[in-house]
Each structure stands twice: as C-alpha cells, then as structure tokens.
C-alpha cells in the first residue's frame, strides 16, 4: 500500500480513538415517528461503536434526567445537557415540535448554535412558517424518507462526528 494511503489511514484511526461527547436530539420514546426515532437510536449506537471513546447521549436519558432535575423548566435541562456536548445531532421530523422548540433556544446561545448539525425532513419543513422562524440560519441537512430508509442518516452523522474531531486535532475549533 502506498505510504500517504497508510497515513492517512493511520490518521483517521487514531481520529476515531478520542474522547467525544456527541448529544442527540430527536424524536421522543412517545413520538408518532417510530422510523425518526429507530434512526436516532441507530445513530447512537453506530457512533459509539465507530467511535469507542466516545459519550453519546440524549437528554432522554434517565441518569442524565435525574442529575439535572433541579431546574424549573426542561428547556433549561437541555441546555445544560447541550453545554456539556462536543457535538450536537438534531434530527427534525413532521411531529418533533418539541425538538424545534429547544433548537430554537439552543440556537440563541453562540457556544451551542456552533456545534450544532441538524438533519431536517425535506418534506415537511420546505414551507413550514414554525421551522423558518425557528432555526432557518442554522446549518441545516436535509434528508428524504429514503435516507431513513437507507443508512444514509447514519453514515452522515459519523462523518459529522469525525470531521469535528478532524477539525478540532487540528485546532480549527
């Protein structure tokens, strides 16, 4: 193998073997989108298996849950959830209201908006006066039905995780 193939290599392995700590945000446990939420389950656990240094959680999570509890409001909760992330996955359905209400105040706040990657349904938010006002300046990936279908989400959401570990080595961030 020739030399520059074997280092970059070397390089994206070494990459995938530092800590991380990736949030995502998604459809609920009660969502009326089974095949979001069967996606960002899959998503956490091809990120932790690619990337087996890494913390991958969501602010469903009931250890996390019950060591925040102490504020008044969950919006608050989750941004302290977000704060603690290196990287943020949000993953933006027909029904999660809820999750354009808590990027809509993540979004506010510079240190979290800037590490943010939101996978938005095409379908759904191309005219929607809720998703505009909320988070139209944020980068947003737009995905179809047909990459829930695929691995396509999955696949997107390592290569999110290691070009911010690509781009944090080297002092980009």
């Given at each position: 193998?020739?030399?520059?193939?074997?280092?970059?290599?070397?390089?994206?392995?070494?990459?995938?073997?530092?800590?991380?700590?990736?949030?995502?945000?998604?459809?609920?446990?009660?969502?009326?989108?089974?095949?979001?939420l069967r996606k960002r389950l899959e998503i956490r656990d091809a990120i932790q298996k690619e990337f087996p240094c890494a913390s991958v959680y969501f602010s469903e999570d009931?250890?996390?849950?019950?060591?925040?509890?102490?504020?008044?409001?969950?919006?608050?909760?989750?941004?302290?959830?977000?704060?603690?992330?290196?990287?943020?996955?949000?993953?933006?359905?027909?029904?999660?209201?809820?999750?354009?209400?808590?990027?809509?105040?993540?979004?506010?706040?510079?240190?979290?908006?800037?590490?943010?990657?939101?996978?938005?349904?095409?379908?759904t938010f191309e005219n929607d006066p809720m998703y505009f006002s909320l988070i139209r300046n944020l980068p947003n990936d737009f995905f179809t039905r047909r990459d829930v279908?695929?691995?396509?989400?999955?696949?997107?959401?390592?290569?999110?995780?290691?070009?911010?570990?690509?781009?944090?080595?080297?002092?980009?961030?």
């Amino acid at each position: 193998m020739k030399e520059h193939i074997s280092l970059a290599k070397a390089q994206i392995k070494a990459l995938k073997n530092l800590p991380v700590r990736v949030h995502i945000l998604g459809p609920g446990f009660a969502s009326r989108e089974p095949d979001l939420l069967r996606k960002r389950l899959e998503i956490r656990d091809a990120i932790q298996k690619e990337f087996p240094c890494a913390s991958v959680y969501f602010s469903e999570d009931q250890d996390l849950r019950e060591s925040t509890a102490v504020f008044d409001n969950l919006l608050d909760e989750i941004t302290i959830h977000a704060q603690q992330a290196d990287v943020m996955i949000a993953i933006v359905g027909e029904t999660t209201r809820g999750v354009l209400i808590e990027l809509g105040r993540l979004s506010l706040i510079k240190k979290i908006s800037d590490k943010l990657h939101i996978f938005s349904a095409k379908e759904t938010f191309e005219n929607d006066p809720m998703y505009f006002s909320l988070i139209r300046n944020l980068p947003n990936d737009f995905f179809t039905r047909r990459d829930v279908l695929e691995c396509s989400l999955v696949t997107r959401s390592c290569r999110v995780v290691l070009s911010y570990l690509f781009r944090r080595e080297l002092g980009l961030l």
